[in-house]
């Protein structure tokens, strides 16, 4: 069964950085694609990133652009984000999603999330 | 970045009714579109991809059909645990970008 649980979220002060893991079971997590998803409080989905499964590929949303890095150990079936210079509209619960074998274009699998407020 | 539109934004219904949500994309996006659900408190649920292709495991009352902008998602019978979120997705181009989704609840 596929598991994906993200964590790492909490209360962060604008311009704050915070490092978002989400660990991966259930599957062969080196050979496919993963993503990030975010969804603000009472909003809709807003893709935020996603990378490929060697890791070779990354792509970001303007929105995150220069401010979030998404990465992978495939050695630990573990994605990550990082989030630098948070601020207040990066409040969302942030979903880290299974793709297929060479992109993210379809979310088969996703975690629970972790929430990130942003706030002073 | 390409625009999704969803309507209704939200739709009362009863068990048993039948539901189509629509999906517009503001250009020709093919049939690369996928559908979620999204219940209270739970991640969201990939139901149909390439606008049509129904998930393994996925109820055969719901189905979708559509290419090139208009797109079009069906329940053909609601049961109870269907009152939930109904998101569209492009993934022609990036970024991918959802609709603002569809709150289904009860009458």
């Known amino acids: 069964e596929v598991q994906l649980a993200e964590s790492g979220g909490g209360l962060v002060q604008p311009g704050g950085s915070l490092r978002l893991p989400c660990a991966a079971s259930?599957?062969?997590?080196?050979?496919?694609?993963m993503s990030w998803v975010r969804q603000a409080p009472g909003k809709g989905l807003e893709w935020v990133s996603s990378?490929?499964?060697?890791?070779?590929?990354?792509y970001y949303a303007d929105s995150v652009k220069g401010r979030f890095t998404i990465s992978r150990d495939n050695s630990k079936n573990t994605l990550f984000l990082q989030m630098k210079s948070l601020r207040v509209e990066d409040t969302a619960r942030y979903y880290c999603?299974?793709?297929?074998?060479?992109?993210?274009?379809?979310?088969?699998?996703w975690g629970q999330g972790t929430l990130v407020t942003v706030s002073s | 970045d390409i625009q999704m539109t969803q309507s209704p934004s939200s739709l009362s219904a009863s068990v048993g009714d039948r539901l189509t949500i629509t999906c517009q994309a503001s250009?020709?996006?093919?049939?690369?579109l996928n559908w979620y659900q999204q219940k209270p408190g739970e991640a969201p649920k990939l139901l149909i991809d390439?606008?049509?292709n129904l998930q393994t495991g996925v109820p055969s009352r719901f189905s979708g059909s559509g290419f090139g902008t208009d797109f079009t998602f069906t329940i053909s019978s609601l049961h109870p645990e269907d009152f939930a979120t109904y998101y569209c997705q492009q993934y022609d181009d990036l970024p991918y970008t959802f609709g603002q989704g569809t709150k289904l609840d009860v009458k």
């Open positions: 250009q020709d996006i093919s049939h690369f």
């Open positions: 259930g599957f062969t997590f080196s050979s496919y694609a």
């Open positions: 990378i490929s499964a060697s890791g070779g590929n990354t």
């Open positions: 390439d606008a049509s």
């Open positions: 999603a299974k793709g297929g074998f060479y992109d993210s274009s379809r979310l088969y699998n």
